[in-house]
């Protein structure tokens, strides 16, 4: 599991950070809400773990921009003594669970472990754009009932895609959530996977499913959702 830590006590931060790496959870730490936010905007993660008194952005703000987003990333928020009023607000703006300070990592790590097995008993384990659908505990890929063979490294990158159709990913995001490179290594190597993933993915007949931004990036179309959209706009 990836988590987003967003914490400013760095003590406290230090403790999780460190008592999740050692349960094998991967973990990006930020001390403030700005790069908080950027992170959680950015990035794909399986949790997310929110402070609410941050410097910069505040938890709630943060929980609020990613709810407008759509964005459901199960998020516990963590909350100081005293802020009862505020726990309140965060469940209304979509939190998933709170735990007060001082807590135990083991508390928090058994709540992340039980967000994750709601998630994939209820079936967010299924990802489906159109229909395209991967599941991601057997990481299998199909397109109408049609299984489709796939790489690791493709279905990787096709997953980190489905999480967020409609939203522009750019090959620097790709390459980093993908391929955790933090620099650009100069080769096509995000294009040419894409382009082996619409050969696989966009059987004849079906419509094509990732869009190219050109000198931006891709992004996973949302058929599911374009009629929603325009009749809004
Ligand atoms: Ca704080």
Redesign the pocket.
Known sequence: MKILLV???PE?GALVRDGLGAEGFEVDYCEDGDSGMKHAIENVYDAVVL????PGKS?LEILRKLREGHNMVPVII?T?RGESDDRIEGLNLGADDYLPKPFFVEELIARLRAIWRRSTETGMSQLSVGTLSANLMSREVRRSGTLIDMTPKEFSLLSFLMRSPGRVLTRTQILEQVWGYHFDPGTNLVDVYIRRLRTKIDLEGEQPLIETLRGVGYRMLDPDNADGDAGEG
């Open positions: 914490e400013d006590e406290i402070d609410i008194m941050l938890g963590i100081a």
